[in-house]
């Protein structure tokens, strides 16, 4: 749903002046991101580029300052979109902490947690929490059921490590304060975490790291202070938002290498890490000026880690005006607003109907301090780290069957968390049409979504193109069984219109399974340009009707200069054993489609010669793994299409 409606922002925000757009950009700094890193040295020399930094080798990223001053960033990256071994570029960013500029004295005691557990204290509305006590009737968090100790990783500006009340995770495998890198991770004394400012283990004794950590992890029933809204999950802390984007892009590598390793030496080393929490970010930042920032929520989702992201603390519209990291399209994040102990949206709070995910409490919610101490802080940086323990919470009452399919199908049921996020949310009139779930968290819901009864979640509910005549489109609609029980489905479409077809019209789904389901949208066969429309229904036996509606808005091209040019259809997506690429290309010329794994190596190849108008390759995959693969189209040596494929 946020796919369509970003291109609606990019649109709204057209008239805001360049200088208004970039007002957050770092001058004669960029970030590349290669498909071979052994083409540095011939970037640097050709574009009179230098290294700054290494941001990530495993993902080729790469800092550069631009020698000449007297070019502008913007004329760097334009010389260099189209060099084909480059992946992704743009402008270095500045990313400003959200911090609340309200400061309230501290205390302590559960009972004034009102987020927990709301019984009107402190002029509240009784029941307008997270039911978090209900939720603890099933689980308290800590493990899973595999045994695994499951960790939140949060990047902030640091973290008190010497708090009595916090569940800190350790690397074991490392000696500290030795200058070695014991474990061979490529971090040298990373024992309690890592520091991306100064490339070091010792982490800054701040209060709104610690005040966040605590939201997420502080310590339950232990007769001291405040409880977490997980009693036993693992806090790993990582210093590395507000400054630049490049310092957040080596904070969130660094998530990725810690989960990777404990994931490649089955929990002997690295950490469980299922989400990281951002209470950062750029008020009114455009989505397309930090694609390697959004890239790396994909890459942290392909192995199963949820990135969760507070919006601006400024009472504007998302959709309109834009925001990193929350107005992202990447589906591996979770957007959070600040709601009250009222229920309400809170007045200093941001909101979106497409690219807001749901509210959380974050209006006075006490948490940790420094120094052993406890405090009260407002905003969406508060809101945003109940989300994050909503997570961790859910896979420690997860079964074993779960918990097997989150280890084989990271990705997929890393989305199937996050659905049931979404869809167990208390509904609230102040945020059901501003948001996309309508709703604020209800941990208790999200619970009995993935341990109970027979529900579907059908995704995108909205299919909308524009389509020239003599043209076929395909897309995908996902259908995922929410619970645990076997449940079979129908699929039909309102007057059978001649113009859509699908790939079935039946189908049965095993618990936590997801069936992909074509939609081919066809203009061979309709007599005349204009808006054609309908609506697919999925129904079954005890089970909700959901629907997806189709728009489809038929025109005719042959008279627009260029027409039929450059036309792509890439499909299916996700994929199985074979994607088929069709182009249109006018003019004769030589073609080549690249396609890259999340680490940026390129995995296919293909070039051919064009001779005619239309093109169709097959390219035969049934050999690669499953995860997030990215491709580049083009034609005589200019890129003209690139997206993301997903192999299920």
């Known amino acids: 749903m946020k796919y369509y409606f970003t291109l609606a922002i990019l649109v709204l925000t057209i008239s805001f002046s360049f200088a208004q757009l970039n007002n957050k950009v770092v001058n004669h700094e960029i970030m590349v ?80 947690q009102w987020a927990l557990l709301n019984t009107g204290q402190g ?36 973290c008190d490590i010497e708090q009595n009340d916090l569940n800190l995770w350790r690397n074991y495998n490392e000696i500290p304060n030795n200058g070695i890198d014991d474990d061979d991770n490529g971090y040298v004394d990373d024992y309690n975490g890592w520091n991306v400012y100064n490339n070091s283990g010792d982490i800054p004794s701040t209060n709104h790291g610690t005040h966040v950590s605590g939201i997420i992890g502080a310590i339950g029933n232990n007769d001291r202070g405040i409880s ?60 397309n000026q ?22 601006a603390n400024r009472s504007w519209d998302i959709d309109s005006l834009g925001d990193i990291p929350t107005a992202f399209e990447t589906p591996f994040m979770i957007s959070v607003t600040n709601t009250t102990n009222r229920d309400f949206k809170n007045n200093s709070a941001a909101w979106g109907k497409t690219t807001i995910d749901l509210g959380a409490p974050g209006t006075i919610i006490w948490s940790l301090g420094l120094n052993n101490t406890y405090r009260m802080s407002s905003g969406t940086s508060m809101a945003t780290p109940f989300v994050s323990g909503a997570i961790a919470l859910l896979l420690s009452a997860a079964d074993s069957a779960f918990i097997n399919n989150y280890k084989n199908n990271p990705a997929q049921v890393a989305l199937m968390l996050k659905e049931f996020i979404l869809n167990g949310v208390d509904i609230l009139p102040d945020l059901d049409s501003i948001t996309v779930s309508g709703g604020r968290l209800n941990l208790f819901k999200s619970l009995n979504l993935m341990l109970g009864n027979a529900a579907i979640d059908v995704n995108p509910q909205l299919i909308s193109e524009e389509l020239p005549l003599d043209y076929t489109l395909t897309k995908s609609i996902f259908i995922t069984n929410l619970g645990s029980d076997t449940i079979n489905y129908e699929i039909s479409i309102d007057n059978n219109p001649g113009w859509i077809y699908l790939s079935d019209d039946d189908g049965q789904l095993m618990g936590n399974e997801t069936d992909t389901i074509m939609v081919e949208l066809s203009t061979m066969n309709i007599d005349s340009t204009g808006v054609y429309s309908c609506i697919i229904s999925i129904s079954g036996q005890n089970i909700d009707t959901s629907y997806t509606s189709v728009i489809m808005n038929a025109f005719d091209d042959s008279g ?63 050999a690669v793994k499953s995860g997030i693969y990215y491709y580049e189209i083009s034609f005589n040596d200019v890129n003209i299409y690139s997206g993301k494929l997903f192999k299920n």
């Open 560 to 622: 627009i200069p260029g027409g039929n040019t450059n036309k792509v259809n890439v499909y299916p997506n996700p994929f199985g054993d074979v994607v088929r690429f069709d182009c249109k290309i006018r003019g004769q010329g030589e073609y080549l489609i690249n396609i890259y794994d999340i680490l940026g190596n390129e995995v296919y190849k293909h070039q051919e010669i064009n001779r005619n108008s239309s093109i169709t390759h097959i390219w035969h995959c049934d």
């Open 228 to 287: 977490g809204s997980n009693w036993d999950v693992k806090i790993l802390p990582i210093a590395g938002e507000s400054s630049t984007e490049s310092i957040v892009v080596k904070a969130l590598s660094y998530v990725y290498e810690v989960r990777e390793k404990y994931d490649q030496t089955n929990g002997i080393e690295g950490a469980f890490i299922v989400a990281q929490n951002n209470s950062f970010g750029v008020d009114k930042g455009q989505p």
């Open 123 to 158: 002029s509240g509305y009784a029941g307008a929490d997270i039911s978090a006590t209900l939720a603890w009737d099933i689980t308290t968090g800590g493990v899973t059921a595999h045994g695994d100790t499951i960790v939140v990783a949060v990047v902030d500006d640091g």
């Open 33 to 112: 991101q290669l498909s071979n890193s052994d083409q540095l040295s011939k970037l640097l020399e050709n574009h009179n580029l230098e290294v700054k930094d290494i941001l990530s080798e495993r993902f080729k990223i790469y800092l550069l300052q631009i020698k000449d001053k007297g070019k502008s960033n913007s004329e760097v990256i334009s010389s260099l979109r189209s060099i084909h071994y480059i992946h992704n570029v743009q402008s270095n960013h500045i990313v400003e902490l959200r911090n609340t500029q309200q400061k309230i004295p501290n205390d302590s005691l559960f009972a004034d």
């Open 290 to 311: 930090y694609p390697i920032w959004e890239a790396m929520y994909d890459s942290l989702g392909s192995i199963g880690i949820l990135s969760i992201g507070a919006t």
